[in-house]
């Protein structure tokens, strides 16, 4: 990417945070991981729980990093080295960096947070701003306390849209990120069973979603999913705040709202209501959770005051992220399968929907539909109860058969009353399934990140992949033999 001006010189760094350096340098880009530093990058050492930065130091150059900010001296270096920004606290720096990022940017700012769908939400807002105008997005799932100053700090000057998540795993850490991105519309997807070791209910996890509102600018809008039972907190906190409240609901009434609307198993069509403006548009994803993306995307966009049609054709070519929902299809000799790939974490509302969107996909006659589905963590008090619900879903979305890593998922697909196969690990289950598959069966695998899934179905891919070569191989044998 060509970059008009540098993201960061040693002359801001150093008025900024008091950092000492006696060479003149620019940076274009900004890390905290040494593995991913590209030349011409400023390296930030941070001191974590497990891992000190300051260990990476000379991996950090050895890439290119043309300056490193630490806090102590390191081995291997002097203390005079130029390429070394000396200051008190590298974390506080970034901050002060994302703050300095935030101020000077004239870009209009979107902040998502909630219990499921936020980096869904943030791809598909990117997308459909960046069609208008520079806009900068939190990559991945940056949406912690080192996550969400990182991402600011990498926003360039002439961004015209900054989008960012901020998540937490207890309270009070969205109000710490929330007053640093100083956002004009925040987002709320929704509210559910998630992190609920650190809360004691369900209502003070909505309590703790609804912080974002407090760092809102001037004029700023509250852009809130009301299909849950905790919707009523979200809008009264919002409303406390004395911020302008956009609701936005699937099924009910609200300000943005489906008027028409026709599911298929790879897509949506609808005719909405937003906040007034009615858009005809398509969602080039399947699934009752994307439409509601779409509907606090174009909310956003219409707060944001981007253009709505262009993000209509944003949604329309709309691809999900690996690991959030994306489809493949597996060409083997004896089978050809669908694979839905969401295998980047799971609470109670983003399984949910996994399963929902499993019961979409069309099958042979023969087919079946198959969940591949791991434990989830962090659900405290309110195991019991999610585990239930969720035995409900499986047999609700017509699951007919579950392989399962983890005992509490073993016990809800017995609950369900469907067949189950306890995997010891990711590469036996992958072996096991592809042995198991039929023509025209359907597959969703999704889990908690500890649980590995993203590797089960990188195996699945690998040998859909080794499948599809061998076949040209074959055919391209005979066409030279002829």
């Not at 990498?154 to 998540?167: A, D, P, V, Y």
């Not at 253009?307 to 597996?330: I, S």
């Amino acid at each position: 990417m060509f970059i008009k001006e540098p993201l960061w010189t040693s002359a801001e760094l150093g008025a900024m945070c008091g950092g000492l350096n006696a060479r003149p340098w620019y940076a274009d880009g900004v890390q905290t991981d040494s593995r991913e530093v590209m030349p011409g990058d400023l390296f930030v050492a941070l001191k974590g729980e497990f891992e000190d930065g300051h260990s990476y130091l000379a991996d950090a150059f050895a890439r290119g990093a043309v300056a490193a900010l630490v806090s102590e001296s390191v081995d291997g270096f002097d203390l005079g080295d130029t390429r070394l920004v000396h200051v008190a606290d590298t974390l506080e720096s970034l901050r002060l960096m994302a703050a300095e990022a935030r101020r000077r940017a004239p870009a209009k700012i979107i902040a998502v947070t909630g219990s499921a769908g936020k980096t869904s939400v943030v791809h598909a807002l990117r997308k459909s701003l960046e069609r208008v105008d520079s806009t900068h997005a939190s990559i991945k799932s940056y949406n912690n306390h080192v996550g969400v100053p990182l991402s600011l700090a990498r926003m360039t000057r002439t961004s015209r849209f900054g989008i960012f998540e901020l998540g937490m795993s207890g309270p009070g850490q969205i109000r710490h990120n929330t007053t640093l991105v100083r956002p004009h519309v925040a987002v709320v997807t929704g509210v559910g069973a998630a992190h609920t070791e650190a809360f004691s209910n369900v209502e003070a996890i909505a309590g703790a979603k609804a912080e974002i509102f407090e760092g809102l600018a001037d004029g700023g809008v509250a852009v809130i999913n009301i299909d849950h039972p905790y919707a009523h907190t979200l809008v009264e906190l919002a409303k406390k705040t004395g911020h302008e409240v956009v609701t936005v609901s699937v099924t009910g009434d609200a300000d943005v709202r489906p008027l028409r609307m026709t599911e298929h198993h790879n897509c949506t069509c609808l005719t909405a209501e937003i906040a007034g403006t009615p858009i005809t548009y398509k969602i080039g994803q399947a699934g009752r959770e994307w439409v509601q993306n779409s509907l606090l995307v174009l909310a956003a966009v219409k707060a944001a005051g981007g253009d709505l049609g262009h993000a209509a054709m944003a949604l329309a070519a709309l691809e999900a992220e690996p690991g959030r929902g994306r489809t493949h299809t597996l060409k083997l000799p004896y089978a050809q399968a669908t694979l839905l790939d969401d295998s980047y974490n799971a609470n109670a509302l983003s399984m949910k929907a996994a399963l929902r969107r499993l019961s979409l996909v069309p099958l042979s006659q023969f087919g079946r539909r198959i969940a591949v589905l791991a434990d989830m963590r962090e659900l405290g008090d309110e195991a019991k109860a999610v585990y239930q619900t969720l035995a409900k879903d499986i047999e609700k979305f017509g699951v007919s058969k579950i392989y399962s890593f983890g005992p509490e998922i073993t016990n809800v697909a017995k609950r369900a009353g469907v067949d189950v196969v306890a995997c010891n690990s990711v590469a036996d289950g992958a072996n096991q399934l592809l042995n198991d598959l039929r023509d025209g069966d359907a597959v969703m695998v999704k889990g908690a990140n500890s649980a590995g899934l993203a590797k089960f179905v990188e195996l699945l891919l690998e040998q859909n992949n080794q499948e599809i070569r061998e076949d040209a191989t074959r055919v391209a044998g005979v066409a030279n033999a002829l």
